[in-house]
């Protein structure tokens, strides 16, 4: 059976980073195409960026751009996405999600529990 | 980027209503459209993909039409289960999800 297990929940202060884990078991993380989402508390999904199979490379949304990178550990099928100069805004569960079949499809029909981030001081 | 508007955003409804959900793009994006289910606490659930194809699972009673960039969800009788809040999202050219629409009871 497939999963995605994430990390456990994260308390940060302003200005510091945090790193998320994602975790693949019953597939291999090459595989699939993992992206992240994020969902501010009480507020809709917002997509942050991903792996697009169609040049193979991680594109993130502009919105993050310069302030999150999106890594993978292949030995250990394991997916990363580090958020630095985090500010309250940032407050959120964050959610990995990947096709099951990124060669044939591009929604997402597969997702982690998500990661609850707080940002505070 | 592609923008996706939907509406309501909030639903009042009582169990055996038909339910419309609206979704509209910014651009046109064909087919390339997901609806999810999201209830409280948990990992959004797709419904929907290609505009109109069922998830495997999925009620028969969930349905999706449209393309280009006027998309719609309809529940044909809602049920107890139903009750969450649902995300159009389009895979055309990035990623993008619509506000979400709340289903509550009526």
Redesign the interface.
Known sequence: QVQLVQSGAEVKKPGASVKVSCKVSGYTLTELSM?W?RQAPGK????MG?FDPEDGET?Y??KFQGRVTMTEDTSTDTAYMELSSLRSEDTAVY?C?TPRKPQL?????L????TLVTVSS | DIQMTQSPSTLSASVGDRVTITCRASQSISSWLAWYQQKPGKAPKLLIYKASSLESGVPSRFSGSGSGTEFTLTISSLQPDDFATYYCQQYNSLWTFGQGTKVEIK
């Open positions: 992206h989402v809709g999904l917002e997509w991903g594109i949304a502009q959610y999600a499809y591009w929604y997402f029909d997702w982690g529990r998500g």
